[in-house]
Nanobody, 128 residues
Framework: QVQLVELGGGLVQAGGSLGLACVVS????????MGWFRQAPGKEREFVAGITRRGTTTRYAESVKGRFTISRDNTKSTVNLQMDSLKSEDAGVYYCAGDSRLSGIAWPSTSAKNYDSWGRGTQVTVSS
């Protein structure tokens, strides 16, 4: 059974940086395109960033383009999210997710329904 564990959440000041990591175990990491989603209180879960299985293609929500960077280390079964120039609206619970569909080889999905494995989430708080 695949497990996804997010690491690295916490409190950061607006304008600061924070890095998240997600470690995947229980199944070959290369079986998954990976994504990061977030959910703020009272809001729906939204796509943040995605990366294909080999890490050749990335995709970002417009709200984080130029500030966030997704990457993966297939030797460590880890996907990372580097968040810079954080804003108060970036706060929320961040979830790591895996998409085992074959389409994830070429293009990361932005739809949560296409991701079949999820971590429990890690809280990111941005103080102003």
């Amino acid at each position: 059974q695949v497990q996804l564990v997010e690491l690295g959440g916490g409190l950061v000041q607006a304008g600061g940086s924070l890095g998240l990591a997600c470690v995947v175990s229980g199944r070959s990491f290369l079986d998954y395109a990976m994504g990061w989603f977030r959910q703020a209180p009272g809001k729906e879960r939204e796509f943040v960033a995605g990366i294909t299985r080999r890490g050749t293609t990335t995709r970002y929500a417009e709200s984080v383009k130029g500030r966030f960077t997704i990457s993966r280390d297939n030797t460590k079964s880890t996907v990372n999210l580097q968040m810079d120039s954080l804003k108060s609206e970036d706060a929320g619970v961040y979830y790591c997710a895996g998409d085992s569909r074959l389409s994830g080889i070429a293009w990361p999905s932005t739809s949560a329904k296409n991701y079949d494995s999820w971590g429990r989430g890690t809280q990111v708080t941005v103080s102003s």
